[in-house]
C-alpha cells in the first residue's frame, strides 16, 4: 500500500476508535480515559494524517482512479476546519473531554471517501510517484544538502580541528568538498550506491570513498566519526500485513548513529511529512542539543517541506525522551511555525580524533583498488619475502662453472638464445640446444668380438656470424 493511503485509513481507524469511547462516557459508562493519553493519541493521528495528505500532493493525477484528485483536495478542506476547531477546544483546558466527540466524528467522516475506495486501499508501487515530484529526489539518497546548510552547521562548530567526516548516503559529493573547503582539517569519508568519477588527485584528498548498494552490505568502524550526514531514502510503500519493519529513514538514522562518537554531531535531512511518531521518538530520545534548519533553498520551489535536524549523540545514561523535542518535531507537519521553538547553540566536537580502523563496502570500482594497491605495502613485502642470493653479496665462495648436465637444462631451456651486438651495426646470433649421440664401440677378447652402443646427450651451440656464415661450436 503506498504511504499516503495508508496514514489517512490508519487515521480515520483512529478517530473511529476513540469517538467509539468518547460517546460511552457520554453515555454515562464508567470508562476511565487518559486525558494526557487521549490528547497524545488525537495529535498523532492528526500528525500522521497531514503527513499523508502532503505526500499524496506528489502522485501523479494521471495513476490515480478518476476523481480522486477532487475527492483529497475536500478531505484537505475538511480537515483543516476541524482541526482548526479542535485547537480551539484545546484552549480551553476547562472543557470535558466529551466535547471533542463532534469533531473527532466529523474528522473520521471526512476520511471515509479513502477509507471506502478500494482502488485506493490497493495501491502500491513507488511509479506512482510523479516523476518531477519532490520526494523521488530522495530516492538512494539523492537529495544533496544544500551549501547553505553545511555553511550553517560548520559555522555552529566555533573551534575547528582534526575530526573525521562521513556521508552515509552520498547522492554526490558536494556536501563533502564544502567540508573540505570550509573545515580543511576534516577527513573526509563517503559511502555512495553509484560510481564516483573523480581524478586521482580529486580523489586523493578524501581519506576513503566506498561504493555500497545496499547501504547494510557496507562495514564501517563503530563509534569513530565527529560529524556523519545522513540523508535517509524514503520508505513510499507498506506492506500492510507486515506488522512490524524499520522503515529507510529510521535505519539510516540508527546507522550514522552507530557510526558516530559520543558527543559527535548528527545531520539528518528529512521531509516534514516523513517525521513520524518512530522517526521523533528516536531522535529525542538518542540527540542531545538537537536544532532544525530549513531548506529554504530548495530547487523544487517546496520551501516547507524539508527540514535538516542536527543534534549530537548523547551519552548511554542520558538517553531519555526528550518531551519537548518529541512535541516540536512529532507537530513540525501541521504547525511548521513551531520551528521556532528550539534555540540555536553551539557545538563542540569530540576531543581527540579515533582511527577508523574499518571502512569497506561490497564492492570496489577500479579507482578505489587503484589507490588502495598504491597505499598498501603489498609490493614491498612480497619483494622482501623472496630469499634470492645476489650475485654481488657472494664474498666467501666463487661462482663454480656448469657442468654438462647443468649446461644442458641451461640450453634446452633456451636461456642461452639470442642476438648479442658486436658494435659497428653488426651482431651475431646464438642458439643453443643438445643433441643425442650414438657412438659404437667394438672389444676383441678371446676371439670373440663384442659391440657396445652409447647413446649420450652433446652440449651444441650453433651462431650465426655478420657476414651470413654458421658455425657450430660444440
Not at 480515520?12 to 493519541?41: P, T
Not at 562518537?261 to 542539543?289: C, E, H, M, Q, W
Not at 638464445?417 to 642458439?431: A, P, Q, R, T, Y
Request: glycine share 6%.
Amino acid at each position: 500500500m503506498l504511504i499516503p493511503f495508508y496514514n489517512i485509513i490508519n487515521s480515520h481507524d483512529r478517530f473511529s476508535a476513540i469517538a467509539s469511547m468518547l460517546e460511552r462516557k457520554q453515555r454515562g459508562n464508567k470508562i476511565d480515559v487518559d486525558e494526557d493519553v487521549m490528547f497524545s493519541n488525537i495529535n498523532n493521528a492528526i500528525a500522521d494524517l497531514y503527513a499523508g495528505l502532503e505526500i499524496s500532493r506528489f502522485i501523479d493525477n494521471r495513476f490515480l482512479p478518476s476523481g480522486t484528485a477532487s475527492i483529497l483536495s475536500m478531505i484537505r478542506n475538511m480537515v483543516d476546519m476541524y482541526r482548526s476547531q479542535y485547537e480551539e477546544l484545546r484552549k480551553d483546558e476547562s472543557r470535558p473531554i466529551e466535547d471533542y466527540l463532534a469533531v473527532i466524528r466529523g474528522l473520521e467522516t471526512a476520511l471515509e471517501p479513502i477509507q471506502q475506495n478500494d482502488s485506493l486501499c490497493n495501491m502500491s508501487g513507488s511509479w506512482y510517484m510523479s516523476e518531477n515530484g519532490f520526494y523521488t529526489t530522495w530516492d538512494n539518497g539523492r537529495y544533496v544538502l544544500p551549501d547553505m546548510v553545511v555553511d550553517t552547521v560548520i559555522s555552529r562548530i566555533p573551534l575547528k580541528k582534526e575530526c573525521n567526516v562521513l556521508d552515509i548516503n552520498a547522492g554526490n559529493l558536494d556536501p563533502l568538498q564544502v567540508f573540505r573547503r570550509k573545515f580543511p582539517q576534516a577527513k573526509l569519508y563517503g559511502v555512495t550506491n553509484s560510481s564516483i568519477s573523480l581524478s586521482k588527485d580529486e580523489r586523493a584528498r578524501f581519506e576513503r570513498l566506498a561504493i555500497s548498494d545496499p547501504l547494510e552490505a557496507v562495514k564501517i568502524s563503530n563509534d569513530s566519526f565527529d560529524i556523519v550526514l545522513a540523508t535517509p531514502s524514503l520508505t513510499l510503500n507498506r506492506n500492510p500485513e507486515k506488522k512490524s519493519y524499520v522503515t529507510d529513514e529510521r535505519m539510516t538514522l540508527e546507522r550514522a548513529y552507530k557510526y558516530l562518537r559520543r558527543g559527535g554531531i548528527l545531520v539528518y535531512p528529512v521531509p516534514r511529512a516523513f517525521l513520524s511518531k518512530n522517526i521523533v521518538t528516536y531522535i529525542a530520545k538518542n540527540l542531545g542539543d538537537v536544532q532544525v534548519i530549513e531548506d529554504v533553498y530548495s530547487v523544487y520551489g517546496s520551501i516547507h517541506n524539508t527540514v535538516i535536524i542536527v543534534g549530537t549523540k548523547k551519552p548511554p545514561l542520558e538517553r531519555t525522551l526528550d518531551p519537548k523535542v518529541y512535541s516540536i518535531l512529532r507537530n513540525l507537519a501541521v504547525m511548521p511555525e513551531r520551528i521556532t521553538g528550539l534555540e540555536k547553540k553551539e557545538y563542540r566536537l569530540p576531543p581527540g580524533l579515533v582511527q577508523v580502523t574499518k571502512f569497506r563496502s561490497n564492492r570496489l570500482d577500479d579507482a578505489e583498488m587503484e589507490m588502495m594497491f598504491a597505499q598498501s605495502t603489498a609490493m614491498a613485502d612480497f619483494w622482501k619475502g623472496q630469499k634470492v642470493t645476489k650475485i654481488s653479496d657472494m664474498e666467501s665462495h666463487p661462482l663454480l662453472p656448469f657442468n654438462v648436465g647443468q649446461l644442458g637444462l641451461v640450453l634446452t631451456s633456451g636461456c642461452l638464445d639470442g642476438v648479442v651486438e658486436e658494435g659497428n651495426n653488426c651482431s651475431h646470433v646464438i642458439k643453443g640446444r643438445v643433441v643425442k649421440v650414438s657412438e659404437t664401440s667394438q672389444d676383441v677378447e678371446n676371439g670373440k668380438i663384442t659391440e657396445q652402443k652409447t647413446i649420450s646427450n652433446r652440449v651444441e651451440i650453433s651462431m650465426f656470424l655478420p657476414d651470413g656464415t654458421y658455425k657450430c661450436l660444440a
